[in-house]
């Protein structure tokens, strides 16, 4: 929807971002390539500048509905 480059740039800058603060697995990159995808998809631009607050407390908001109160592992 927005072109590879332009997701691609974003999933740079977010990884990058988590990888410089200690956290790095491949089970996190893939879950935020997931999570980083729905939220440019749901606010309707590939751009991390563009997300506002509003937006990733809708996020919360719709995963919390669709996975409910999970236990923890």
Do not use: W
């Not at 590879?4 to 800058?13: F, I, K, Q, Y």
């Not at 390539?33 to 996020?59: I, K, M, Q």
């Amino acid at each position: 929807m927005f072109g590879r480059a332009a997701v691609n740039g974003a999933l740079a800058e977010v990884i990058g971002t988590l990888t410089r603060q200690g956290y790095r697995s491949h089970a996190c990159d893939l879950r935020t390539r997931t999570v980083v995808c729905e939220l440019l998809l749901r606010n309707r631009s590939p751009r991390l500048a563009d997300l506002t607050d509003e937006a990733l407390v809708r996020l919360q908001e719709i995963l919390t509905e669709c996975l409910g109160d999970r236990p923890k592992a």
